[in-house]
């Protein structure tokens, strides 16, 4: 089942380091777990990049965005205060309360706490960017269906999703360029992670890492065509989702 609730600061390690890194421009560490792979770290400072510091993919981004934009996820609204510095009209939502009211307090004029699979969430949108590996919010590939649905509902005619992500191939590829990929299993780019912030121990959710090849079938197997715009660096790219014509 894909999640459509929202987060409260007891439960929100991310939104409480992305809140302390705002107060004091420092943070102490945003520990990731996975049951797949080894513990990680997300630098809390990244979360706060500037235009000039993101990567190729998101500076492509943002300069394709037009009209009426929503920033799903938009975290500490780095790409949200982008925009709006270029002049555009830009909606922020995150499902975190804490990085919502960090978003007000550094500008975003539009954050609203909203969790994009929420039936009262709606609208009528040019651009969605959905940044920083946007595909992990829909989880699961099981749940594509709702996620193009929910698109169908809030996408202008002619508009589009600028999405993020990377194929985690080269995870399972072998020194002799085969994969060592259980075909019979689930998708290889289906994560669980867990996060933790100090005493902030977050629930375990759903990420998804999605290869264009699976977003291209799952986009034409739902009404939409996938675009490849351009590739990062390692194994990512940025994708342009829109109603099929
Ligand atoms: N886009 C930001 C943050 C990425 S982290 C950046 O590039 O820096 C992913 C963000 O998505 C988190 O802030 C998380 O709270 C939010 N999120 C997760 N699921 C969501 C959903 N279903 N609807 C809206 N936001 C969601």
């Not at 609730?5 to 809140?19: S, V």
């Not at 630098?43 to 993919?57: C, N």
């Not at 699976?214 to 009404?223: F, H, I, Q, T």
Request: net charge negative; glycine share 8%; proline share 3%.
């Amino acid at each position: 089942m894909i999640n459509k609730g929202l987060l409260t600061p007891e439960k929100d390690p991310m939104g409480n380091a992305i809140a302390d890194y705002a107060r004091h421009h420092k943070a102490g560490r945003l520990r990731v777990f996975s049951s797949q792979f080894d513990e990680d770290e997300i630098p809390v400072r990244k979360l706060f990049r500037t235009e000039k510091q993101m990567p190729p993919l998101e500076k492509r981004a943002l300069q394709l965005a037009t009209g009426k934009i929503l920033d799903v996820g938009a975290g500490s609204g780095c790409h949200s205060l982008a925009l709006q510095e270029a002049g555009k009209e830009v909606h922020a939502i995150d499902i975190s309360q804490l990085s919502v009211k960090v978003m007000h307090l550094r500008g975003v004029v539009h954050a609203t706490q909203a969790n994009l699979f929420d039936e009262r969430f709606c609208g009528s949108y040019d651009t969605i960017l959905m940044l920083m590996n946007g595909s992990g919010i829909i989880g699961k590939t099981e749940n594509m269906p709702v996620f193009f649905r929910k698109l169908k509902q809030i996408l202008a005619p002619t508009g589009c999703v600028y999405m993020d992500s990377s194929d985690l191939r080269y995870l399972f590829e072998e020194e002799d360029g085969s994969l060592a990929i259980d075909l019979s299993g689930s998708y290889y780019g289906e994560i669980d992670f867990q996060m933790q912030y100090k005493d902030i121990l977050g629930d375990s959710f759903d990420w998804l890492y999605i290869d264009f090849q699976s977003l291209s079938y799952y986009a034409s197997e739902n009404g939409f065509q996938a675009e490849l715009v351009q590739e990062g660096c390692h194994y990512d790219y940025l994708a342009r989702l829109s109603i099929k014509s």
